[in-house]
């Protein structure tokens, strides 16, 4: 049942959409009609053509975007309340605080509120959006009948992880980026935020195995312990399958247990999935390290092998300097400052780094992460609980920035200072360890171009630690291994979705779209489409035998696209035995 609203004003009022239609240029295809969410599109059997009323449009001008003719126009506002989405607060005090940050809807109230928002769209774009296409106007449906059970049973469908991508899903690029609202100019609905209410209020249920699944007698290994092998277990468990995971961590979960500080994503909720999963009998092995060597064993002890070793090798730019004593990466920074915060605080972690501080030095010491994006922001985030300075140098503009929006400003609301449209130079020392770096301007025009470096005007910084948070590739022993014959090799850039695009996805109005602030200037259709490829590529085996998803197929991605990935693999896995 669609939403209903309240009656509107007359025709022609300013406080009310109105809608055009130029039956000159209408093709009587019914694609409005069929797509308006609001039931305010209708044809004329007499004349052959679209007719439009008023007093039941809202404004989300989903017929503007589906219309291949450019026949319909909408004036007027989008009828619809503001969005309510709580605000994490800044942290009285940083140091050594670890507690959650972002907040969730506190009250019933509040979560059926926005909610209400959501207009249960007939071809709802958010749904292609998100990169596991869950049922989103499903399960809010049930949220907003109360039914907690009913959402989970929604989710569960299509994700295994709703409590860690509520947290930690790009929400802007995706589901919420590809709301109607959204894409309408306005504020889309609060979907991570209804998402975590959800997994907030009712525990993630177990794997459901059935004992005679279709994937009952297979025997597959799958190879990392991260998002995408999560998947990828979940679903070959729950379709009755052996499944035997190997992690050369000490701990399963991949970038949920070493790249997610616990602010953003609390520790028990990153260790739920592998509880329930060992729990369910997936036999994990930690601390076994698959080397490329290594593969032909399994493929011969197993019926299928899915690799979802993820892109775990840092991008080390070419700066002089880069080797000094004092200069690590994210994994390296991150992981042993989740371990001091934990056990023995910033004391410990300046120990273990290297850093001297003098016996009465008041000021702290000051840690350059090189990179602007979420990981970067997660390492300097960090930083400021260590009880550091932290400075983020990025080459890009804010604008075009790879971190989402807000949370920027959160850390800068926690003390963190930004150089964008800068670039690390070079790196100096003193004694073999870092001591200064030295940032020069950048000029980007656009998000189509690299930054360059511009020749005028530099910046000394003293420095007592730099990170280098510039990303991540696919470990290149495995992506060497699988290149050239008789396998097809890993892709060395994420897939592209080339040519004319489904007649499903134009029609959707998803591709109208042009980049806007709020999904980080980025084409939320496109980024759609291209996560689409990646989806279709880990279907498909690379060779007889293998699978792969997540980071390793793709490159660098969010945790809900690797997730994805593992359970579009597994599902070949099964169909093809």
Avoid at 308 to 334: E, K, Q, Y
Avoid at 386 to 409: D, Q
Avoid at 464 to 476: E, H, I, K, N, Q
């Amino acid at each position: 049942m669609r939403n209903s609203r309240p009656p509107t004003p007359e025709r022609g009022s300013a406080a009310t959409p109105h809608v055009t239609v130029l039956t000159d240029r209408c093709a009587g295809c019914q694609d409005c009609a069929v797509r308006c969410p609001a039931g305010a599109l209708a044809f004329d059997p007499v004349r052959l053509v679209t007719v439009a009323d008023d007093r039941l449009c809202v404004g989300c001008r989903q017929c503007e975007r589906t219309c291949a003719f450019a026949a319909i126009t909408v004036d007027g506002p989008r009828l619809v309340a503001g969005r309510l989405a709580p605000e994490p607060p800044c942290p009285d005090v940083l140091p050594g605080d670890t507690s959650e940050v972002a907040a969730g809807f506190a009250s019933w109230d509040q979560a059926l509120a926005e909610a209400s928002r959501c207009l249960d769209c007939p071809d709802p774009t958010c749904v292609r959006g998100c990169p596991g296409h869950n049922d989103i106007p499903a399960f809010v449906a049930a949220l907003r009948g109360h039914d907690l059970a009913g959402a989970h049973e929604v989710l569960r469908r299509t994700s295994v992880l709703p409590d860690v991508c509520s947290r930690v899903c790009d929400q802007e690029a995706q589901c919420e980026g590809a709301c109607t609202w959204a894409l309408a100019g306005g504020e889309p609905v609060a979907i991570g935020k209804l998402e975590r209410f959800v997994t907030d209020h009712a525990p993630v249920p177990p794997p459901a195995r059935r004992r005679h699944g279709p994937g009952r007698g297979l025997r597959v290994a799958v190879v990392g312990a991260g998002p995408a092998g999560i998947g990828a277990a979940w679903t070959l468990t729950e379709n009755g399958a052996a499944v035997t995971v190997y992690e050369d961590s000490p701990q399963p979960g991949g970038v949920l247990a070493w790249g997610i500080p616990d602010f953003i994503l609390p520790r028990e909720v990153a260790a739920r999935p592998w509880d329930q999963l060992t729990a369910a009998g997936v036999d994990l092995r930690c601390g076994v390290d698959i080397r490329p060597e290594d593969l032909g064993e399994l493929h011969a002890r197993y019926d299928a092998v899915i690799l979802a070793c993820g892109a775990i090798t840092p991008l080390w730019p070419s700066v002089p300097g880069a080797g000094l004593a004092g200069v690590t990466d994210a994994t390296s920074f991150l992981t042993a400052a989740k371990r001091a915060l934990a056990f023995g605080g910033a004391g410990r972690f300046l120990a273990a780094a290297g850093i001297r501080q003098a016996a009465g030095q008041d000021v702290a010491p000051r840690v350059l992460v090189f990179g602007a994006g979420d990981t970067a922001l997660d390492v300097a985030r960090t930083a400021r609980r260590l009880g550091l300075r932290a400075v983020c140098a990025a080459r890009r503009t804010e604008r075009l920035a790879r971190a989402r929006p807000g949370e920027v400003a959160r850390a800068r609301a926690e003390g963190v200072e930004f150089r964008f449209g800068h670039t690390l130079a070079r790196i100096e020392g003193e004694h073999g360890r870092v001591c200064q770096a030295v940032l020069a301007r950048t000029r980007q025009r656009r998000s189509g171009r690299p930054p360059r470096p511009v020749h005028r005007g530099t910046e000394r910084m003293n420095v007592d630690l730099v990170v280098m948070a510039l990303g991540y590739r696919p470990d290149p022993g495995l992506t060497g291994l699988l290149a050239g014959p008789p396998a097809e090799g890993l892709p060395a850039e994420r897939p592209s979705a080339g040519g004319i695009p489904d007649r499903r996805w134009q029609a959707s109005g998803i591709l109208s779209d042009q980049a806007r602030a709020y999904a980080h200037n980025e084409p939320v259709g496109r980024l759609a489409l291209r996560r689409e490829a990646g989806l279709a590529a880990s279907a498909v085996p690379l060779r007889d035998g293998f699978w792969v998803a997540g980071d390793a197929l793709t490159g660098p991605s969010t945790v809900a696209e690797a997730m994805a990935q593992g359970r579009r693999a597994a599902a070949a896995v099964i169909a093809s035995a």
